[in-house]
């Protein structure tokens, strides 16, 4: 889950609307990679002309239950830069569902790089559906670095910023999370990454601190899939995760 979201009442129509765009685009394009088992982004180059739709699920058992399902479509104009829609969904135990809108757009400052991380930004800007709560920000950092010869081995940073345009007096409006891992290349088609997590929570002077692993497989040259596990540590953190995805791209560049 990226962030905590404050509930608000959405129309059964909002609520089946990512499901619906998920099976519709399945239908009309043939059945990757930027799909990632724990909440870690590597940064890495794109390939350019390239179209990416994934779906992904998250379990989150805090106090409460949380279920959050996104669907997103990524187009890739070259390999430095992607501009990505974003449908998240989120169901809270005892709470009514809330259904988002974004759109993120992502920059790989240096995508040749060898020695040097490669380094990559974005921003996004989230809105609810009933057009409720103002827009929200949120803007990322992301370094990655082989740390062997063979290129199967990487460590990764990500370090984000979020902002609530429509915050509580007891709330942050402006909260961070740092994330760090390590992924290996295990055969040429799956990955496996471990990372750890530590964000701020909307509630003021709470935090939450995750341990990861999970796996990617690309099934074909099209279709990837993900499934990941974590563990939370401190009061405040979740009791476990579960994270599941899949992915399917194509274009010319492709």
């Not at 909440?39 to 994934?54: H, V």
């Not at 992904?56 to 996104?70: C, G, I």
């Not at 929200?136 to 063979?150: N, Q, R, V």
Request: proline content about 5%.
């Amino acid at each position: 889950m990226k962030q905590e979201m404050k509930p608000k009442r959405v129309s059964p129509i909002a609520v089946s609307l990512p499901v619906a765009l998920g099976c519709a685009l399945i239908i009309i394009v043939p059945f990757s990679y930027a799909l990632d088992p724990t909440r870690i982004e590597p940064a890495e180059a794109m390939d350019g002309k390239t179209f990416e739709l994934e779906q992904s699920v998250q379990f989150q058992n805090f106090d409460e239950k949380t279920t959050e399902s996104e669907t997103s479509l990524e187009y890739e104009f070259n390999k430095r830069s992607a501009l990505k829609l974003t449908l998240p969904v989120e169901w809270e135990e005892d709470n009514d569902t809330e259904v988002e809108v974004g759109l993120r757009y992502k920059f790989v400052f240096n995508p040749d790089a060898e020695r040097a991380p490669i380094v990559a930004a974005s921003i996004e800007a989230l809105a609810p559906v009933d057009g409720g709560g103002g827009v929200d920000g949120e803007l990322g950092l992301y370094l990655s670095k082989g740390i062997a010869g063979d290129g199967k081995h990487q460590l990764h940073l990500n370090l984000m910023g979020y902002y609530d345009n429509d915050a509580e007096s007891d709330e942050r409006d402006l909260r961070y999370s740092v994330l760090a891992g390590y992924s290996c290349q295990v055969t040429p088609k799956t990955s496996l990454m471990a990372g750890v997590e530590r964000e701020q929570l909307e509630d003021s002077d709470e935090n939450s601190n995750i341990v990861e692993l999970g796996m990617k497989h690309e099934c074909n040259e099209t279709v990837a899939v993900a499934l990941g596990v974590g563990a939370g540590i401190g009061e405040e953190s979740p009791d476990f995760t579960v994270r599941a995805g899949i992915s399917f791209r194509f274009g010319p560049g492709h």
